[in-house]
């Protein structure tokens, strides 16, 4: 089993930027890629950015593709969010999943939510 935990979600003003974290514990040995996804209130959960552990390979959302970026660190097990730029768009609650292979997520954690003030 792994467990996931997020951090960093705040109020932020529109323009500025915040980094999220996901810590992983438990059998991290076994994932195959991280992802961050977001939900708006009433709305289904959807992808922002994901980065696979090997290669340290990114992708991107639309909505996030150079404003966001995504990294890992191995030593910490730890995938961080930088998120630049926020508009109002952006709040959500924000959540990590990690998967342990190249389709479907298997972990989840509980989520860190994002305000963006105009």
């Known amino acids: 089993q792994v467990q996931l935990e997020e951090s960093g979600g705040r109020l932020v003003q529109a323009g500025g930027s915040l980094r999220l974290s996901c810590t992983a514990s438990?059998?991290?040995?076994?994932?195959?890629?991280t992802g961050w996804f977001r939900q708006y209130p009433g709305k289904e959960r959807e992808f922002v950015a994901r980065?696979?552990?090997?290669?340290?390979?990114?992708h991107y959302a639309d909505s996030a593709q150079g404003r966001f970026t995504i990294s890992r660190d191995s030593a910490k097990n730890t995938v961080y969010l930088e998120m630049n730029g926020l508009t109002p768009d952006d709040a959500a609650t924000y959540y990590c999943?990690?998967?342990?292979?190249?389709?479907?997520?298997?972990?989840w954690g509980q989520g860190t939510p994002v305000t963006v003030s105009s």
């Open positions: 980065i696979q552990h090997s290669s340290k390979q990114a």
């Open positions: 999943g990690a998967g342990r292979s190249t389709s479907g997520w298997d972990y």
């Open positions: 438990g059998r991290v040995f076994t994932l195959y890629r």
